[in-house]
């Protein structure tokens, strides 16, 4: 901005906060709307998710094991809490999927295009994050923690993955759930 002769100080100020009030505006209205575009992004992930695999092996039927994820995160009474749980679900899903994968026989593609897909939805997920991270965080973290675990005593064997596949698909099930409770308190402050 070139300030001329007849712009006051005062003028080149105003529209300076003019601009800043307009950019958070969208960047707010970017986040209330943030439940459209995770509920897309849920159904796709969930279809790669799915299609990595195939059908669940007969013979992992002895694998299966129960993780307990935390059902207290589907009830947040903000949707700022919400958020927070949908971006730690899939940062944690990222970790697990990156990692150790060579006895699951997934095509690596497939595996790549969830965990783009896994990366890109976290980063737009991060700018409507807030500043302090709430107990949700870490009954999740606790509940990721055992999944892992799982894998590493399994040696991360072929059915150790499946299960977990299996588990990720629960996850975009909690993360719809999720994304409701977004709409219905994004609906509550537009309204």
Known sequence: MNL???ESPTALLQSMCLVLLFSAGVMSLDCNLLHRQQSKFNWYSLQLLQN???????????????????EKVLKPKFRQHATMAVHEILQQLFGIFSRNLTQTGWKRRNVERFLNGLALQTKRLETCLPTKAGANILRLKKYFQRIQDFLKEKKYSTCAWETVRKEGQSCFQYIDKLTV???????????
């Open 4 to 6: 001329t002769p007849t």
């Open 52 to 70: 990595m695999g195939g059908k669940f092996p007969l013979e992992c039927l002895g694998d299966k094991t129960a993780f307990h994820f935390p």
């Open 181 to 191: 409770r977004m709409k219905k308190q994004a609906t509550n402050i537009l309204l």
